[in-house]
C-alpha cells in the first residue's frame, strides 16, 4: 500500500538517502547520479509552497519523490502551450529496492489525476536521457520538443491531464494494475 503526501522539513533526511540509494545504483550502472546534489535536493521538501510529494509504503518509509511547480518553464515551449494551465514535474526519484512496485509510474500517475483535480489541462516534464524518454512514453508521456540549454540536450513532455479511477486500487496494490504492467 501506496499514499502521496507534501513532503515537510522532517523528510529531508529520508529524502536525501533515498536520492544516495537511486545514486549508488546508477552509479553500478554506469550512469550519471545525483550524488553530489542529493542533499540540495532533499532541501525541497522544505520548500514553504509545499512543491515536494512523496510517495510513502505502508510502513511510512520514503519510496519516491517529485517536485511540482505550477507552471512550465518558459524555454523551450510554445507561447500557446505556456497559455494552456499545466503541471510540471522535476527531480522525481524512487528507491531502486521498491522497483518491482513500479513507484515511478505511481508517481507519475498520481501527477495526472492530481493536476486534473487541481483544473490543469496538462502534466509537464523534462528530462536529459533518451532511456528516460523511453521509460516516461512509457507512463503516457509524449516528447514535443528537444531544446538545447547550455551543455545538455533538454526532452521535453507532456500527458493530458484525467482523473484516474484505478488509481486508488493501484496504490492499494500495484501489482494488480494494467497501468503498471509496462
Avoid at 7 to 21: E, F, G, K, N, W
Avoid at 103 to 127: F, M, N, Q, S, Y
Avoid at 134 to 145: K, M, V
Avoid at 159 to 177: C, I, Q, V
Wanted: include cysteine.
Amino acid at each position: 500500500m501506496f499514499a502521496m503526501r507534501p513532503a515537510t522539513s522532517a523528510d529531508i533526511p529520508a529524502v536525501a538517502a533515498m536520492i544516495r540509494s537511486r545514486s549508488t545504483w546508477l552509479e553500478e550502472r554506469g550512469m550519471p547520479t545525483w550524488r553530489d546534489s542529493a542533499d540540495n535536493l532533499a532541501d525541497q521538501a522544505e520548500n514553504s509552497h509545499g512543491a515536494m510529494w512523496v510517495l510513502e509504503d505502508h510502513a511510512s518509509h520514503i519510496v519516491g519523490c517529485t517536485t511540482v511547480q505550477e507552471e512550465t518553464p518558459p524555454w523551450g515551449w510554445t507561447s500557446e502551450e505556456l497559455a494552456e494551465p499545466a503541471h510540471y514535474l522535476f527531480t522525481t526519484v524512487t528507491d531502486p529496492a521498491y522497483r518491482e512496485q513500479k513507484p515511478g509510474t505511481l508517481i507519475a500517475l498520481w501527477a495526472v489525476d492530481h493536476a486534473a483535480h487541481e483544473g490543469k489541462a496538462w502534466v509537464r516534464r523534462g528530462c536529459m536521457f533518451p532511456g528516460l524518454v523511453r521509460y516516461y512514453e512509457t507512463q503516457g508521456f509524449t516528447l514535443l520538443h528537444e531544446v538545447q540549454r547550455t551543455h545538455n540536450l533538454i526532452y521535453l513532455m507532456a500527458r493530458r491531464a484525467e482523473p484516474l479511477a484505478e488509481l486508488e486500487m493501484l496504490f492499494k496494490d500495484p501489482s494488480g494494475g494494467a497501468a503498471l504492467r509496462s
